[in-house]
């Protein structure tokens, strides 16, 4: 298959996107009504400065109403498998019960593999090796739904993912930070280009979740951020 690398594309979006987000915020604070706000704003600094307050303030059914697809492909099984335990996303999968394979099934090699040719070499051979197992369990009869048992993690998937802007931006702050697994990380990043590309003032949100709460709470922190016990001391201290 192509480059190794996750083929992300946006394929559906709300139009005025801003503008929902914010008729929303500022119909919690309002007397007059829901669509009247909509139709009388246009002040894209007024709206976003608002929108910041109460996504900051933990008012989060406001960024719900916002409905994103993405169309993805070239990723493995793997990665897959960490996007689906994200439980307020929706997901339709590639089968491997109803598409058999029919020559080399595509895998992704991780870099580390990719970079060392005597292992990728290894990685690319034990791939063929289970390819021809795979057709020889189909062409005797196999049904497709049980010879993939044999198929790796490196198998490459394509799925449909649609979430609300709640979840991307959960997502983004777990899956951009350096202790997620490369594959998911670049898979994400992709996701929040390409909305980004669409939606700039996304940008400040779709950031890995210690720009956002300004420590890492992670066990094991890459040293960007302050870590959260680091935090604890100085506040007794004080
Ligand atoms: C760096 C990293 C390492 C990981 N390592 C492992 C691992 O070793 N093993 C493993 O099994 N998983 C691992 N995971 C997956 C992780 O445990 C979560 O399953 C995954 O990140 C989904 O996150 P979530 O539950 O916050 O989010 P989502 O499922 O996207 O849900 C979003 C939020 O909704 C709320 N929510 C959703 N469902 C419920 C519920 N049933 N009850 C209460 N609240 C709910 C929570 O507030 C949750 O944060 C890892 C994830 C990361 C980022």
């Given at each position: 298959?192509?480059?190794?690398?996750?083929?992300?594309?946006?394929?559906?979006?709300?139009?005025?996107?801003?503008?929902?987000?914010?008729?929303?915020?500022?119909?919690?604070?309002?007397?007059?009504?829901?669509?009247?706000?909509?139709?009388?704003?246009?002040?894209?600094?007024?709206?976003?400065?608002?929108?910041?307050?109460?996504?900051?303030?933990?008012?989060?059914?406001?960024?719900?109403?916002?409905?994103?697809?993405?169309?993805?492909?070239?990723?493995?099984?793997?990665?897959?498998?960490?996007l689906v335990r994200h439980r307020h996303m929706?997901?339709?999968?590639?089968?491997?019960?109803?598409?058999?394979?029919?020559?080399?099934?595509?895998?992704?090699?991780?870099?580390?593999?990719?970079?060392?040719?005597?292992?990728?070499?290894?990685?690319?051979?034990?791939?063929?090796?289970?390819?021809?197992?795979?057709?020889?369990?189909?062409?005797?009869?196999?049904?497709?739904?049980?010879?993939?048992?044999?198929?790796?993690?490196?198998?490459?998937?394509?799925?449909?993912?649609?979430?609300?802007?709640?979840?991307?931006?959960?997502?983004?702050?777990?899956?951009?930070?350096?202790?997620?697994?490369?594959?998911?990380?670049?898979?994400?990043?992709?996701?929040?280009?390409?909305?980004?590309?669409?939606?700039?003032?996304?940008?400040?949100?779709?950031?890995?979740?210690?720009?956002?709460?300004?420590?890492?709470?992670?066990?094991?922190?890459?040293?960007?951020?302050?870590?959260?016990?680091?935090?604890?001391?100085?506040?007794?201290?004080?």
């Open positions: 298959m192509s480059d190794n690398k996750p083929v992300v594309n946006l394929i559906s979006k709300p139009e005025n996107m801003l503008k929902t987000v914010y008729t929303a915020c500022r119909t919690c604070y309002s007397a007059d009504y829901p669509i009247n706000i909509y139709n009388s704003t246009d002040d894209k600094e007024k709206m976003l400065k608002l929108i910041e307050r109460v996504i900051s303030s933990g008012h989060y059914s406001t960024i719900e109403h916002i409905q994103v697809s993405f169309a993805i492909s070239n990723v493995s099984r793997a990665c897959t498998h960490q929706s997901f339709s999968q590639k089968s491997q019960r109803y598409v058999k394979e029919k020559g080399q099934f595509d895998y992704i090699i991780p870099p580390t593999i990719e970079k060392n040719p005597e292992l990728k070499e290894k990685f690319e051979n034990f791939m063929g090796e289970i390819s021809k197992v795979y057709l020889e369990f189909t062409e005797a009869g196999i049904p497709a739904e049980d010879a993939r048992f044999v198929l790796p993690n490196a198998t490459s998937s394509s799925m449909v993912a649609s979430l609300n802007l709640r979840e991307l931006i959960h997502l983004a702050n777990l899956r951009l930070c350096t202790r997620a697994q490369y594959e998911i990380r670049m898979l994400v990043k992709g996701m929040c280009d390409e909305i980004i590309k669409e939606e700039p003032w996304l940008k400040p949100y779709l950031v890995p979740k210690c720009e956002r709460i300004g420590y890492c709470d992670e066990d094991k922190s890459c040293g960007r951020k302050i870590t959260k016990e680091e935090v604890f001391k100085e506040k007794v201290t004080v």
